[in-house]
């Protein structure tokens, strides 16, 4: 994989790991309201810790540890999370590479929405494999 490949890739996954833009999102507010949000650690460990969310070439799973793995394009991802004032954050490694960020978490069933921190990108979906 070229170097140039493998940016795309590290900087697509920091953008997504937090929030992708929906190209065809629509209102925002429509489609956070179709989401249950997530207040506190423990609805987090129970509707997404320990399933496996995939949102286009992304896939995830957030381990009861506090640990994240995935891939991107398969160029595995490892990382880790904590729950820090109503949010998920994140760090992680790809490659060379890595990046940290938090974000609000809403959920229906088989469905997990993610919510950047204001002026980072637009909410986007994942879903459970």
């Known amino acids: 994989m070229g170097l140039a490949s493998k940016a795309m890739q590290i900087a697509a996954l920091a953008v997504c ?3 992708c833009g929906i190209a065809e999102r629509g209102d ?3 489609l956070i309201a179709e989401f249950d949000m997530i ?3 423990a609805e987090f460990v129970s509707a997404v810790v320990g399933k496996n969310w995939q949102s286009d070439a992304i896939n995830l799973r957030f381990g009861k540890d506090g640990t994240m793995r995935g891939d991107i394009n398969g160029v595995p991802v490892t990382g880790a999370w904590e729950w820090h004032s109503g949010q998920v954050c994140t760090n ?3 490659s060379d590479s890595g990046g ?3 974000a609000k978490i809403g959920t ?3 469905e997990m929405l993610v919510i950047p921190r204001s002026g980072t990108g637009a909410p986007y979906t994942y879903r459970a494999i």
Request: aromatic letters at 6%; one cysteine or more.
């Open 39 to 41: 207040e506190d650690r």
């Open 100 to 102: 940290a960020g938090c």
């Open 28 to 30: 925002e507010q429509a």
């Open 108 to 110: 229906k069933p088989g």
């Open 92 to 94: 992680f490694q790809v």
């Open 17 to 19: 790991v937090t929030g």
